[in-house]
């Protein structure tokens, strides 16, 4: 029963038109990143790497497909939990603005079997968006620009990494670059369970990632306290697959933090739904 739930749950995704921007974003979004580094990609790299020319001689394909991807990964994981939000915010408030949460609830499944159920699907939704992501910017972007050794630029200098290595840390890097997904449709989800329109909890997770995002950056004695402890300052932890040697120790840090904020979420969200009124 669970199961099936969960697959009825997947069918309500794919049936929404809005299912469907995400794609269509990471598509257009891409396809523009991708052409316009085709176009003018070399006076891109030539700026990033004029301050380190007179010390270090560059040879080979620079302008390469995991360079593209690497690009388009650090760009677009910014953007993307607008589109995940989109989707996972309308779950349980889509069925209360369609009045349909009566008619789900009474069925003979519990109700946590229920919200996991969505939860499920939601997840697997974000994988198909971050596949694709993935996708356009790993297979699309090689065919055009060809393979070689990735540039990296951190607050360290200009890391060289050798193409043979790159498999794995693009692997996990897109692995932790979907827990950091998954960690936003858990908290648009758990608002969706207070909200009986989509809206709502579409626009307080971009607000509460932006309000995050804003308390991350701020220099301030005070909030640095609390900084470490920010879902928002861990969802960049994909990064640290690609610097050498590996910060092990932080990132086991960010995948714990993130872990907790989802089961917190999770909790928080089972609890909302057992209690939910479906007679009002």
Known sequence: MFWKSTYNEFIKIAAKPRSYIGIAAITLIVGIILFAMKMDGLEFISFVTAPFEQALSFEGNILNGNLIAFIILQMLIIHVPLLIA???????????????????????????????SKYIAGCAYTLVILLWMGFMALVVGKWMFGTGDLMVLNSDGLIVLQQQDLGWRFALGFSVAFLSLVMIATLSLTLSCFSENSIGPIVSTMAIIILFTIIGNLDVPVLQIIQPYLFTTHMMAWRSFFEDPLPYDDILHS?????????????IAVYKFNRKDILS
Do not use: N, Q
């Open 86 to 116: 989109l989707v996972t915010g309308d779950l349980v408030s889509g069925e209360g603005a369609m009045g349909t949460i009566r008619l789900l609830l009474t069925k003979p499944i519990s109700r946590t079997s229920i919200l996991f």
């Open 255 to 267: 995948l714990l933090i993130l872990a907790i904020h989802i089961a917190g979420l999770l909790v």
